[in-house]
């Protein structure tokens, strides 16, 4: 019988498998870039999926962590059972100088041009 | 009885209706990238599609510059029955600064670390 434990390997790209047709598609996507901005805010952290309070369903949100995790932006781990989040930036800068900053700061930009904020964390 | 003349107005969004999502998607893709590259390489000038040697149908290519053009990434312009496109840069640069330039240095770097060149240019 099948347990409600997700799967305990987490599949990651190691660096020079980074691609940035990928990485520009995971963070081509609203809520995905929310994530990403939230936790540029918080370098080097690790963060539950919960922290994120995002506007859309529990399974949704696994997906969004997993085309993050696949594509080499973030990289997850558990402890316990909690999936942990910490951005791959160390590996994101090698690989694209300047690209993360730059597609953080035209987030900012365009939220704040357009009155959007990120939304409230979650405890 | 329908032509075989595509529509003659080709929608563009204005500068302050692009958005960030839409030009990474567009930009995610390799064959976009390889488009934006060649295009990028001759600043300010306009190119026919066959410009871009790509190794894809024509209905394919046809695709990917409205994706483009939809994102706001380039601007088509008939000229007689041809198509021309120019990359939208001004605007692009100036909704986000420097992510444009960053999005090249990266697939530059990427396609020297891979030994990727672009294409060979069609007449």
Redesign the interface.
Known sequence: MSTATSPRVLNHPAR?DI???????A????VR?RIVRAMARGAGEEFSCSYFALPVTKSTCTHHFRVLRESGVLRQTYQGTAKMNSLRRADLDA?????L???L???D??ADRLGEELPAQGG
Not at 19 to 25: D, M, Y
């Open positions: 020079e691609r940035l047709g990928p990485v520009l598609h963070l081509s996507d609203p870039l690989l694209f100088p300047g690209l900053d730059s597609v700061a035209a987030a930009a365009q």
